[in-house]
């Protein structure tokens, strides 16, 4: 969720579900699907508002996105802290740092989605964190009415950086069978407080 201080810096994000998402990129020939928050809860069967919604496509295949978009949108590099402008004369050559790109259709309106630029590619998932860890794409993801989210031990494998609160993880664990558990007990830290949980409901 968009804390006070992030809106008065950055500008307000609209509401936006997965069904806007999959009509923002209907026809689009890229790969994408939708990590973060809504994927964990797709895993769980629940639906509820999210400060934003996370989009995700290969760092590849920017410029195709860029292509579909057009000039309807902006596109801002995310980097650091910071953001700037991605004109349409711009190459792909993005400021050092950059992990997503947030959309907007002009100055005046909301942000609406934000890209996260992954090392993946249309066959083979790789971890943002460790690129030598790897898995089919299709492994790494569920569709859930025609849309493609992360699976959830890929959401809490990038969660898990942020978040130590084990009972924030007892939430997340029905979502989770034998394999995935252990596969998410590998990816973390061996004094995290995640792991021994991890093992334990194993």
């Known amino acids: 969720m968009q804390s ?3 809106r008065e810096l950055y ?3 609209a509401e936006r579900w997965p ?7 209907d026809g689009y020939s890229g790969t994408w699907w939708i990590g973060g928050g809504w994927a964990l809860d797709r895993a769980l069967e629940r639906s509820r508002p999210h400060g ?5 496509i290969p760092r590849s295949e920017l410029s195709l996105l860029r292509g579909w978009l057009g000039g309807k949108w902006q596109l801002w590099c ?28 002009s100055a005046y309106g909301q942000w609406e989605y934000e890209v996260l630029l992954d090392p993946s590619d249309s066959e083979s998932w790789r ?37 130590a609160d084990v009972a924030w993880l007892d939430e997340a664990l029905p979502a989770l069978d034998t394999e995935a558990r252990a596969w998410l007990a590998e990816r973390i830290a061996e004094d995290h407080p995640w792991r021994k949980r991890l093992l334990a409901a194993g």
């Open 11 to 13: 500008g307000a994000w």
């Open 78 to 105: 995310a980097f650091q802290g910071a953001l700037k402008p991605l004109l349409p004369h711009d190459s792909d050559v993005l400021p050092l740092g950059t992990t997503s790109i947030w959309l907007r259709r």
């Open 4 to 6: 006070d201080e992030q």
């Open 19 to 25: 069904a806007d998402a999959a009509e923002l990129l």
């Open 127 to 163: 971890f943002r964190r460790d690129t030598a860890v790897t898995m089919p794409l299709d492994d790494a993801l569920m569709a859930v009415d025609g849309i493609r989210y992360a699976k959830p031990q890929i959401v809490l494998a990038y969660a898990a950086a942020e978040q």
């Open 52 to 56: 934003d919604i996370d989009l995700v």
